[in-house]
């Protein structure tokens, strides 16, 4: 088609992305032939990628992900870039202010302090841009202790009683609380999940915002963007970056690859 007769780029449809198990494999680079594709749908709709990662683990998977995409949005948007410029910033400490968590922080250490649990390395509080991931046992126990404790917490549930007791003290913070993986939990302000990049897209702008995600079911980190009421979902129920390319290709007439290049080839 002449460059003439490209049709021009519809602005006011989005196509929004996680990163693992929709354009990546987990924890793995996108394969050249989805960062081709990306680029050549950018230029007949808007493109946009949310993930949980901050923004340097985000590149090490996407490259240079504010300027691939229109909207780039990392943490859930708690750091937000339009067009390669950076629109946005929000912080857990600029939320709670210091005092509050200070608050959290010393209640969290002393309650661990008094756990009876056979373990205890260190890092018990991992502190994030938008987050607080808590660890009973600490995140610099060995891969061996690492299993042992998931073990003796889901016969003790050390954790699930520790979220309960904290759900408890901080019920004026209105915090959500996230039990995940095999040796800690995450605290975050309720709303602080993928639908938080939604406040840097104004409904006036946009006729259509497909959503493309692998944990779309409850409990899911995908799952709350999912269900919103602004979004059209789209489940990649198999993890795989192909998968999301063939729906792409179906929904936009935009032909997919047939295969993409495995992530050990990249």
């Known amino acids: 088609m002449a460059a003439a007769d490209k049709p021009a780029k ?58 691939l995409f229109d909207y780039c949005f990392s943490e859930n948007g708690l750091l937000a870039y339009k067009d390669g410029e950076k629109i946005g910033e929000t912080s857990l400490v600029g939320h709670l202010g210091e005092d509050g968590l200070k608050r959290i922080i010393k209640w969290t250490l002393k309650y661990i302090a008094n756990l009876d649990i056979p373990v205890m390395r260190g890092t018990f ?16 126990c060995s891969r061996e202790e690492r299993n042992e404790f998931e073990k003796f917490d889901l016969a003790n549930g ?37 639908t938080y990049c939604l406040n840097y897209l104004p409904e006036a702008e946009f006729d259509e915002i497909h959503f493309f995600g692998d944990k779309t079911f409850k409990g899911g980190n995908d799952y709350e963007i999912f269900e919103h009421p602004r979004t059209i979902g789209h489940s990649i129920a198999d993890a795989d970056p192909l998968t999301t390319l063939n729906q792409l290709a179906e929904l936009f ?3 997919a690859p047939e295969k993409l290049t495995p992530p050990a080839s990249h």
Do not use: C, H
């Open 253 to 255: 007439k935009l032909p």
């Open 125 to 140: 509080i991992e502190f994030r841009q938008g987050m607080l991931n808590i660890s009973p046992i600490g995140r610099n």
């Open 10 to 67: 519809n602005k006011r449809i989005l196509a929004l992305f996680d990163v693992d198990g929709t354009l990546t494999e987990p924890r793995k680079v996108a394969s050249p032939e989805t960062i081709t594709y990306l680029q050549a749908l950018r230029e007949r709709i808007s493109i946009g990628v949310v993930g949980g990662s901050d923004l340097s683990k985000q590149k090490e998977q996407l490259g240079d992900s504010p300027n």
């Open 158 to 194: 050390i954790r699930k009683t520790m979220v309960e007791k904290m759900k408890e003290e901080f019920a004026d913070l209105n915090l959500t609380f996230s039990i995940g993986g095999q040796i800690s939990f995450d605290l975050f302000p309720t709303g602080w999940d993928k």
